[in-house]
């Protein structure tokens, strides 16, 4: 039903009339130093696109690439204990999988869900008049770049692990509960990259309102010390085509929309007379935000950032 070329989060195949597996298979390389919040932080990304879906998850497998000469293996147990943590969260079970002597750490999910194949969420389905709502502040990427530097405060450090490690499972059931038209998470593409994906799948364009974007503050304030990740450039190469903005809007602004985002939130798209209803069932889930952050309009595909 989605494979390759619907550039979904997951793939899709259906088993009976009332019965789809979808399946994801995300890794990383790890992004802070603690191998527990490691194996949290991959299993948590992970398990996103299966929610991001509309779907269930069931099961997830395991993918570990570990230097079994330069580092213990007590720190491989601490990752799987990561890893085994947030899979108990989601109610799942980790059951099994694969590992390699490898140069460098690496860990991720293989993930299966299920879902009623006329209830599957894809991001090429939003409709012209949709309201856009973000349920994770934007600025992990910035944040995590910090920590490699040794520049990001406590504070913030308990922030970035309490969104990173956060399921999207409280926000993936309130949206059941409500017509979502499309849906996607963010990632490493950042806001407006999944934007226009977004965009391009539903052949429409996209307005966002800079201000009602969720940011986290000490994202802002490393922004303008000069740090910021890699993939921030790539990001913005990859929308230039696409995008226009408010002359208010400066090149700092979109750096943070094109912020790369580890375990980030969910992105949906649904008629605006709902959406308050849902931006107060996401409250109640507990998801870190609950933001209307802007809309859908007919058009070529496109993405204009207003003020």
């Known amino acids: 039903m989605i494979g ?5 989060d997951a793939a899709v195949i259906k088993l009976r009339d009332d019965l789809a597996l979808v399946q994801s298979l995300d890794f990383f390389m790890p992004i802070v ?25 069931i099961m997830a497998l395991a993918i570990l690439g570990f230097p079994i000469k330069k580092l213990p293996a007590s720190v491989a147990n601490e990752i799987m204990k990561g890893g085994a943590d947030i899979c108990a969260q989601a109610g799942i079970p980790l059951s099994g999988g694969h590992s390699i002597d490898d140069t460098e750490p690496k860990f991720g999910l293989s993930v299966s869900g299920v879902i009623h194949p006329d209830q599957i969420w894809s991001n090429s389905k939003a409709q012209a008049d949709d309201v856009l709502i973000l349920t994770k502040p934007l600025g992990i990427g ?26 999207n499972a409280g926000a993936a059931q309130a949206g059941k ?12 593409f950042g806001l407006i990259g999944h934007l226009l994906e977004m965009a391009k799948g539903s052949q429409c364009s996209i307005t ?26 790539r990001n913005l190469s990859f929308v230039q085509d696409h995008i226009t903005y408010h002359e208010s809007i400066t090149h ?3 750096q943070l929309l094109a912020d790369p985002q580890t375990s980030g939130g969910l992105l949906f798209s649904v008629s605006r007379d709902v959406a ?13 935000s609950a933001n209307m952050i802007g809309s859908v309009q007919k058009g070529s595909p496109s993405i204009y950032i207003n003020e």
Not at 144 to 156: F, R, T
Request: proline fraction near 5%; charge should be negative; aromatic fraction near 8%.
């Open 276 to 288: 308050p209803q849902l931006c107060s069932a996401l409250q109640a889930q507990g998801c870190l």
């Open 252 to 254: 700092h602004d979109l």
């Open 33 to 57: 130093d603690n191998p527990f919040h490691f194996g949290q932080i991959a299993a948590c990304n992970s398990l996103s696109d299966i929610y991001a879906m509309g779907a269930d998850p």
């Open 142 to 167: 910035i944040m995590g770049s910090s920590i490699k530097k040794g520049e990001l405060s406590k504070e913030g450090y308990d922030l970035f692990i309490k969104s990173t490690t956060m399921l």
């Open 4 to 8: 390759f070329e619907d550039n979904d």
């Open 208 to 233: 966002i309102n800079y201000k009602q974007v969720p940011i986290h503050t000490e994202a802002i304030e490393l922004l303008r010390k000069g740090i910021r990740p890699g993939a921030t450039a």
């Open 177 to 188: 509960n409500f017509p979502i038209h499309a849906a996607t998470d963010i990632t490493g």
